[in-house]
């Protein structure tokens, strides 16, 4: 079903799974405030939709999932006025990284900039053969501004991210698989189908067990080693407390295929 009008974003749900498109193609899907001020009051929906356990989100047209920032909206911005912008698309993308449901991005065409922020801001990335990606802020005199200084390196780790951040190259979605930054490559026209059914798979998982590894794994990774995994015990145990947890494990026993309720 359509949840609500957007200008710069389609989002449909169905069968458990919401796909996001974001939809400006005559620039490239750029992010402009109204966008990121959308998409911002989107996520909050998709947060408390309870029928809705995976998300996917994509770019409109076969040219780009999105290629940055609205460079036209920042040419004149204030130091003030940019600081605020950043700040903005970071609190924005921070929420994508934190729904509840896992997030898979399909990149599609170019994520360059904040397109390639807003990658990372997903749990998974699936790319078409024809994605290309890049941080080419230092070509424009700017650094990348929406999270891509500190996602990209917990990606890829220091070296490389600094070799992109620094030169401001695009790599294509072979060089993006080899180097950590995307999952799995696709053809072009098979991308959607295979996010849809790596999104299938997780929604027929125990619903409450995957969200608890989404927030063991992100919070986790912002903890010293001993305080991750003793948040992972607590997560653990709260499994305990949920049917999914009996059915599964009441299903193995028995030699059957569970029937998870996502209680
Ligand atoms: C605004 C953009 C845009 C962008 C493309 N367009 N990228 N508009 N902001 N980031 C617009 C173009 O102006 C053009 O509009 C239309 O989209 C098609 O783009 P073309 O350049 O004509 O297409 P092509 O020649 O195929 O080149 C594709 C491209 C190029 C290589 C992706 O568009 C490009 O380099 N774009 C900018 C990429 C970039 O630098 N991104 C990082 C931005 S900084 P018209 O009206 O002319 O048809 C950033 C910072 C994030 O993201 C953090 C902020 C805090």
Do not use: H, W
């Given at each position: 079903h359509?949840?609500?009008?957007?200008?710069?974003?389609?989002?449909?749900?169905?069968?458990?799974?919401?796909?996001?498109?974001?939809?400006?193609?005559?620039?490239?899907?750029?992010?402009?405030?109204?966008?990121?001020?959308?998409?911002?009051?989107?996520?909050?929906?998709?947060?408390?939709?309870?029928?809705?356990?995976?998300?996917i989100?994509?770019?409109?047209?076969?040219?780009?999932?999105?290629?940055?920032?609205?460079?036209?909206?920042?040419?004149?911005?204030?130091?003030?006025?940019?600081?605020?912008?950043g700040?903005?698309?970071?609190q924005?993308?921070?929420?994508?990284?934190?729904l509840?449901?896992?997030?898979?991005?399909?990149?599609?065409?170019?994520?360059?900039?904040?397109?390639?922020?807003?990658?990372?801001?997903?749990?998974?990335?699936?790319?078409?053969?024809?994605?290309?990606?890049?941080?080419?802020?230092?070509?424009?005199?700017?650094?990348?501004?929406?999270?891509?200084?500190?996602?990209?390196?917990?990606?890829?780790?220091?070296?490389?991210?600094?070799?992109?951040?620094?030169?401001?190259?695009?790599?294509?979605?072979?060089?993006?698989?080899?180097?950590?930054?995307?999952?799995?490559?696709?053809?072009?026209?098979?991308?959607?189908?295979?996010?849809?059914?790596?999104?299938?798979?997780?929604?027929?998982?125990?619903?409450?067990?995957?969200?608890?590894?989404?927030?063991?794994?992100?919070?986790?990774?912002?903890?010293?080693?001993?305080?991750?995994?003793?948040?992972?015990?607590?997560?653990?145990?709260?499994?305990?407390?949920?049917?999914?947890?009996?059915?599964?494990?009441?299903?193995?026993?028995?030699?059957?295929?569970?029937?998870?309720?996502?209680?």
């Open positions: 359509v949840l609500k009008d957007y200008k710069n974003l389609l989002y449909v749900s169905e069968a458990g799974i919401g796909l996001i498109t974001l939809n400006r193609p005559k620039a490239l899907n750029a992010l402009n405030s109204e966008l990121l001020k959308e998409l911002d009051d989107l996520l909050d929906e998709i947060a408390r939709d309870a029928n809705v356990k995976a998300v989100v994509t770019g409109s047209g076969d040219k780009a999932f999105v290629a940055g920032a609205d460079i036209g909206e920042m040419q004149s911005l204030t130091a003030m006025a940019g600081r605020e912008f700040k903005f698309g970071q924005v993308f921070n929420k994508l990284e934190n509840p449901q896992p997030v898979i991005a399909a990149v599609n065409g170019f994520a360059l900039g904040g397109g390639c922020e807003l990658a990372m801001a997903c749990d998974i990335r699936l790319a078409s053969e024809k994605a290309k990606f890049g941080q080419p802020e230092v070509s424009l005199g700017i650094v990348p501004g929406f999270g891509g200084t500190q996602r990209l390196p917990r990606l890829v780790g220091k070296g490389r991210a600094k070799e992109l951040l620094f030169t401001g190259d695009m790599i294509d979605a072979q060089e993006a698989y080899r180097i950590g930054l995307v999952n799995k490559v696709t053809p072009p026209d098979e991308l959607i189908s295979a996010a849809r059914a790596m999104a299938e798979k997780i929604v027929s998982r125990a619903e409450v067990a995957v969200k608890l590894c989404k927030a063991a794994v992100n919070r986790g990774l912002d903890m010293d080693l001993a305080s991750g995994v003793a948040y992972e015990a607590e997560t653990f145990g709260l499994c305990f407390a949920s049917a999914d947890q009996k059915e599964g494990m009441a299903a193995f026993v028995e030699k059957r295929k569970p029937v998870f309720t996502g209680k």
